[in-house]
Each structure stands twice: as C-alpha cells, then as structure tokens.
C-alpha cells in the first residue's frame, strides 16, 4: 500500500505549478473541467513535466484515457466517473487509483475496485461546489478510516490548515484543499502554512 504525503493540493491549471511545486508540494491533483482535448493535453504534459522536475506525485482527475495516452501513473475519479471508466485498463498499465466517497454505498464500491486511496468528503462546508451531501465532520473520518484499514484516506472539502490538522488527528491520512490556497492572496505562502502545520502533525 502506497504512503501518501500529509497535503494534497487541487489546482485548475497546471501553469499554477510554476509557483506552487518550489514550496515543497509532492502530491498534486490537476482538476480540469473545461477545456478543449488539445488544451487538456497540453495542460496534463506541462503538469507532468513540473511534477517529474521537483519529484512530486501528479492525479489527473477524471480523465483517465488522457492519462494512458500521456504516460500519467495516477488517475481520481469521482463515483459517476467509474460508470463509465476502464478500470482494468488502467490497471494493465499499472496507473494507481483514488475514488470519491460521499455515503456508505460508494465506500462499498469503492473498496470493490481495490483503490491506492479513498476520499471522503466534503468534511465541513465548501465553496468549491454545490454539494448533494452534508458536511460529513470528524466523526465520519474516524469511522471511514477504521472501515478502509491499510488503504489511505484522503479528508476533502472546506478544510483550512487547522481542520486539516484536524482531520488527520481524526483518522485521515492526507488532507485535500483547493479554494483555501488557490483563491488566497498569496497562494504560495498559504501553501507553506499547509505543508507546515501538516508537518507538525505528523511529528505530534
């Protein structure tokens, strides 16, 4: 079972890494939304390219047939995702796996396709996104972690770096966050707070 870094940052751009990957990030999601194949494409090689520069572990979300197409090892898809995804195909190419949980039957699948992570979410309130799921809380990822024993758990959703700590005094083994360092001020030195404060964590 893969060990995960404490931090996992979500970012929208790959140009983003630029700034980001020198403050000591090594896990990374790129979360494209909207984009056409070719900027996709461009947007995953840069990433890539960065990633392997400062010995970071790069996720492409969703999309999984770019991620074979571009040599990535690691792909997250969320539950509607693996409706349509090729698991055994990423499989034969050895690309490891994360999966979103919300709610104890998708933990259940989940666990059926045997993931390189688990993420449970969203922990407390987020802005990200309009969410079906109330906030899951602290309690949910004690018992989310004692259900998936070895397989790590990824906390997600409206976390700061003191709810990171948080999370992961409460079980998690990683901690995700997106709009708390992308839509900071000062992006890089929020990062810093995170990487700092998760750090502590681990030594505590």
Not at 94 to 117: C, M, N, Q, V
Not at 160 to 188: H, I, K, Q, W
């Amino acid at each position: 079972m893969i060990a995960l870094p404490r931090f996992y940052l979500i970012i929208d751009d790959a140009a983003l890494l630029v700034r980001l990957l020198p403050e000591g990030l090594r896990l990374v999601q790129l979360r494209v939304k909207e984009a056409t194949p070719l900027e996709l494409r461009r947007q995953i090689r840069q990433a890539r390219a960065l990633c392997e520069g400062f010995d970071a572990q790069l996720v492409i979300n969703d999309h999984w047939e770019a991620a074979i197409d571009e040599g990535c090892d690691f792909v997250h898809l969320g539950q509607e995702d693996l409706d349509t995804a090729d698991v055994p195909a990423l499989r034969r190419h050895e690309i490891r796996l994360g999966l979103s949980t919300h709610d104890e039957a998708e933990l259940e699948r989940a666990l059926s396709f045997a993931p390189d992570y688990v993420a449970l979410g969203p922990i407390y309130p987020t802005v990200l996104k309009a969410m079906t799921w109330e906030p899951q809380g602290l309690d949910k990822v004690t018992d989310w972690k004692r259900r998936v024993g070895e397989t790590p758990l990824v906390g997600i959703g409206g976390l700061t770096p003191e709810r990171g700590v948080a999370a992961l005094t409460a079980g998690a083994d990683s901690v995700a966050a997106v709009t708390d360092v992308l839509r900071n001020p000062d992006p890089p030195a929020r990062l810093r707070e995170w990487i700092a404060a998760t750090a502590m964590e681990a030594i505590n």
